[in-house]
T-cell receptor, first 116, second 112 residues
Framework: EAGVAQSPRYKIIEKRQSVAFWCNPI?????LYWYQQILGQGPKLLIQ????????DSQLPKDRFSAERLKGVDSTLKIQPAKLEDSAVYLC??????????????FGQGTRLTVV | AQSVTQLDSQVPVFEEAPVELRCNYS??????LFWYVQYPNQGLQLLLK??????LVKGINGFEAEFNKSQTSFHLRKPSVHISDTAEYFC??????????FGSGTKLNVKP
């Protein structure tokens, strides 16, 4: 079974530039998450999708971050304009969440963003 | 507010010694509990999970954890660690079938 795919693995941009990350979840998984992991901290949820609807985006800085999930499958997270404090690893995860309720999240390898 | 607390940011231990990584969570009617491991430059990998049933759960790589509802804890244990267990470990809680909350992580450093 293929895992969660993310690209790119690494990205370096200057502040005020824009950047986009892509995620392809495990086939058939209903729920997709984007997390931000700053060095030395645990993952912080940015946005959670259930199929193609947003379940929670309370911690997403909406003035600069946006995300969409196309046809309930792939997802893109965008930052525009980037700030120095956005330097972090961006993790995408998915969970099955069909029928039997909540299940574990499966994570991709992440995208390491450096803003200079 | 719902939260997950990992009491130790770093745990040094010698190879073949036992280890316990502590995790406490804020109480709720319905919780699912997880431990994940993260190796350098990698995503998070599931070690074990508690959904219901027996409070002692066994995971991969010889790890186990015990769910204690009265103490709202879910501590991770391994009777004998190896150098290869050096990594960062995250406790996670899923409240009421909703989003995952993660702890701040515990770095396990296994010394020869």
């Amino acid at each position: 079974e293929a895992g969660v795919a993310q690209s790119p693995r690494y990205k370096i941009i200057e502040k005020r530039q824009s950047v986009a990350f892509w995620c392809n979840p495990i086939s058939g998984h209903a729920t997709l998450y984007w997390y931000q992991q700053i060095l030395g901290q645990g993952p912080k949820l940015l946005i959670q999708f259930q199929n193609n609807g947003v379940v929670d985006d309370s911690q997403l800085p909406k003035d600069r971050f946006s995300a969409e999930r196309l046809k309930g499958v792939d997802s893109t997270l965008k930052i525009q304009p980037a700030k120095l404090e956005d330097s972090a690893v961006y993790l995408c995860a998915s969970s099955l969440d069909r029928g039997t309720g909540a299940t574990e999240a499966f994570f991709g390898q992440g995208t390491r963003l450096t803003v200079v | 507010a719902q939260s997950v607390t990992q009491l130790d940011s770093q745990v040094p231990v010698f190879e073949e010694a036992p280890v316990e990584l502590r995790c406490n969570y804020s109480s709720s009617v319905s919780v699912y509990l997880f431990w994940y491991v993260q190796y350098p430059n990698q995503g998070l990998q599931l070690l074990l999970k508690y959904l219901s049933g027996s409070t002692l759960v066994k995971g991969i790589n010889g790890f186990e954890a015990e769910f204690n509802k009265s103490q709202t804890s879910f501590h991770l244990r391994k009777p004998s660690v190896h150098i290869s267990d050096t990594a960062e470990y995250f406790c996670a809680v899923r409240y009421n079938f909703n989003k995952f909350y993660f702890g701040s992580g515990t770095k396990l450093n296994v010394k020869p």
